[in-house]
C-alpha cells in the first residue's frame, strides 16, 4: 500500500460569502413548494372560519418534527450494508484506518460493504458532546475490482466530505442527491418542471462538494492516483451496469433470482471488455446536466484515459466474497424487483436451459410426423 505523506489531512477551506449565500438560496429553494402548501392549507381552513384549528395542526406538526429530529439526533449511524470489523477484513480495515488518520480523522461509528459498485462517506447527527457520527461505505464490487493505492484515494476523497466544514454546501447536496431520487417516480410529475429548474440553478453549488472532496484526495495522493482511482471506480459501475442490464434482470423478468452476482461480473469482464471500455469512454464525452451530483468524468480524471485493469479482481483480499455476495444479491433483489422469484445458480439455469432445450429437440420429429 503506498504510503501517504506527513501531514497531509484535509485541505482548510474557507468558503466564500457569497458562495455561503448562494449555497443558502438554493437550499431555501426546496423548501418553496412545502411553504406553499402550508399557506394554501391555513388559508382554505381560514376561509372555512377555522383558522384556529389550522394553527393548532401547524403547531402539532411543528412538535411531531421536533420530536423525530430528537430521535434522529440521539440514534446511532446504522447503514444497510454489512458492517465489517478487524477481524473479518483485517486488509480493507488497515487501508481505512491508514487514510483516515491521516486525514485527521480519529473514530469512525463504522466501515460498512454496501451491494453498489462505489464508496460513501457517511455523516450522520453530532451527539450531546458535538461530536458528529461518521463513517465509510465501501461497495464490495468497487473493493474486490481496486488496488490498495486506488483505494487509499478513493477513501481519501470521503475523507475530504468527513472532513470538509461547509455545513451549508453538505445540505444542499443532499438535498439535490433526495430530488433526484424523487424524480424517478411518477408521483413527483407535478412539480417535475419545478424541481428541474432548481436542480439546474443549483448545480454548480452541489457539485462543488464533490470538487472539493476531489482536490483532498489529489493532495492526499497526487493527481495521477487519484485519477487513476475514479476510472477504476468508473469500470466497476459500467460492468454493474451492463450486468444488470443483460444477464440479471431478464431473469428477474422470467422469475428467477441469480444467486450470485460476481460470476455475472466476470462474465462481462473477460467476455465483453469492448463494451466496458465504450461505456467508460461513453461516460467520459458524457456532456453536463442539471441533475448531475458530480462533476464529469473527464474532470475528474483530468481529461485523461486509462487502459482497463488487467483483471476483475484487484489485489486487496476479501475473506467471505461468496457469502457477501449471495447476500448483496438479495439485497439489490429486494430494493428493485419486490415480487416472488425463484432463486437459483447460473450452474443450475444453464443445466435447466440445456434440459429445456433437449426436450423440445426431443419432441420436434413426433410433431412433425403427426
Known sequence: MRELPAGCGAIRYVCPVSARWSCLAGIALFYVPFLAWVCLF??????????????????????GYAIYFVMILTSQMQHRGVRVTGQDQPELLAVVDKVMQQAGIKRLDGVWLAPEPNAWALAGRRDWLGRRHVGVAIGLL???????????????????HLTDPDFLR?????????????????TSWPLRWYWRWVLKVTREQGVAVERHADAVAVRMCGADLAAQAQHRVAEASCVHAIAMKLL?????????????FFQAYEAVWNRAPERVEAAVAAWMKAPEKPDDTHPGLAERCGGRSFPLAARLRGDIPLAGLADLDRRFAVSL???????????MTWAEMKAERASQKAAKNGKAPSEVAT
Do not use: N
Request: charge should be positive; include cysteine.
Open 248 to 260: 440479471i434482470r431478464p431473469c428477474w423478468e422470467r422469475r428467477i433470482a441469480p444467486a450470485t
Open 333 to 343: 433483489r429486494w430494493q428493485e424487483a419486490r415480487y416472488p422469484m425463484k432463486t
Open 42 to 63: 391555513i388559508a382554505l381552513f381560514a376561509w372555512g372560519g377555522a383558522f384556529g384549528l389550522a394553527l393548532t395542526l401547524l403547531v402539532a406538526a411543528v412538535i
Open 142 to 160: 468497487m473493493a474486490a475490482h481496486v488496488s490498495a493505492d486506488e483505494l487509499t484515494a478513493i477513501l481519501a476523497h470521503e475523507a475530504g
Open 170 to 186: 453538505h445540505s444542499l447536496a443532499a438535498r439535490r442527491r433526495s430530488i433526484c431520487r424523487k424524480l424517478k417516480f411518477r
